[in-house]
């Protein structure tokens, strides 16, 4: 995914902006002129008032560590909880992320023979060569996996009211198997959840490409025989209207931001972080920290985590996502709850997938979305 600093409408494996929405492209330029309006009035010295960075001048929890995080929540200081998810998040359940050295996705592809990693997620290649992707799809499908602790730990958090809205970079559905609704979920990367037709942009279900993914045959569009991909985001393509529209609605909103198995390296859903007001506690949950502003950031004005000043409003909770996440549960009372709600639904989904497999039904669905043919879908915005 694109490196770039600040953020644009389009995924770029170079950082270039691609963008070609005009509602993302709208939205993504007028941040990019704020901020280098911005760095460009204090590096001349007629910055206005409203250019600085607002910084924390008191102390918003009372201690700057995990427990400052629980009691922080225990008195009801918080509402509008916004969770942020990268890959780490579903390591655990057995899918791989990008860039960890000898088990990252990018350090396996070695075996499709191409002229880079990241080029089977680019839509340029993908257009001349789409079997790689659709081979490595087949491995990755989602329906293989069962949610995480990380999973539940946020649906609790949707359960008890306090979830305004969760971000994930990851592509996996895990999200949406673990019960969390769709209205609350935005997918910045994309989703398997539905495809279209890279040419016509006609709409397929989820049952109809699995059946020609499980075929291993490249997907083909019935009006125009185009290449019917899944909605996931690839370089060169638009991030959904969806997060760029929401993103502006939840953020001025958010009381709490916890931040869960991303290293933030990649743009624009890295600089997420600094939509949040400045006096709202900012939760990393990651095996190293992330995110964290430089001394350059600093001179430039620009935001990032600080786990080090008198007043800081970030914490960093190092090790496993799901240790973390069950950790901050038990610390909230809340540990009995999610092992039981973690337990009973991988007993459920283990029940359904035996009994698919002993009924045949998959084979069932799979001759019904044949029949039916494709099942044309509208994209309709979940916002609240």
């Known amino acids: 995914m694109a490196s770039k600093e600040e953020p644009t409408g389009k995924v770029s494996s170079d950082g270039e902006d691609n963008t070609a929405s005009a509602s993302a492209t709208d939205i993504s330029d007028r941040w990019d002129i704020e901020r280098i309006t911005q760095y460009f009035a204090r590096k001349f010295g007629f ?64 075996k499709y023979n191409l002229p880079d990693p990241q080029a089977i997620f680019e839509i340029g290649f993908f257009r001349e060569n789409p079997k790689p992707f659709f081979t490595l799809a087949k491995e990755l499908y989602p329906g293989s996996f069962k949610p995480t602790v990380c999973h539940y730990f946020i649906r609790l958090l949707q359960e008890k009211g306090l979830l305004l809205r969760h971000y994930t970079q ?27 037709c890279i040419d016509c942009h006609s709409g397929y279900s989820m049952e109809w490409i699995k059946e020609k993914i499980f075929a291993d045959s490249v997907p083909t569009c019935e009006d125009c025989n185009g290449i019917v991909k899944p909605d996931i985001v690839f370089f060169g393509e638009n991030l959904p209207t969806k997060f760029f ?32 007001p400045s006096n709202c506690p900012r939760l990393l949950v990651n ?39 069950q950790l901050l549960a038990d610390k909230l009372g809340w540990g009995d709850e999610l092992r039981e709600l973690v337990a009973k639904e991988h007993k459920r989904i283990d029940e359904e997938n035996s009994k698919n497999v002993s009924t045949g039904t998959n084979e069932q669905e799979i001759k019904g979305a044949q029949s039916e043919g494709k099942q044309k879908s509208e994209v309709k915005e979940e916002a609240k």
Do not use: W
């Open 47 to 110: 910055r206005r008032d409203e250019d600085e960075l607002e910084e924390p001048t008191e102390k918003i929890l009372e201690e700057s560590s995990v427990d400052g995080i629980i009691k922080y929540i225990k008195d009801s200081k918080c509402k509008n909880i916004i969770t942020m998810a990268g890959a780490g998040i579903s390591t655990s359940a057995g899918i791989p992320d990008f860039r960890s050295p000898g088990s990252g996705l990018y350090h396996n592809l070695e």
């Open 170 to 196: 990851n592509i996996d559905t895990l999200e949406r198997v673990a019960g969390i609704p769709g209205e609350k979920i935005v997918e910045a990367h994309g989703t398997f959840h539905t495809s279209h």
């Open 245 to 276: 529209t929401l993103m502006q609605k939840d953020f001025p909103k958010c009381d709490l931001l916890i931040i869960m198995g991303s290293s933030l390296a990649v743009q624009p859903f890295a600089s997420l972080i600094d939509r949040v």
């Open 287 to 325: 095996r190293e920290k992330a995110g964290e502003r430089s001394s350059l950031m600093v001179m430039m004005g620009l935001g990032g985590l600080d786990f080090k000043s008198e007043y800081s409003r970030d914490v960093a909770l190092l090790g496993d996502c799901d240790y973390g996440c």
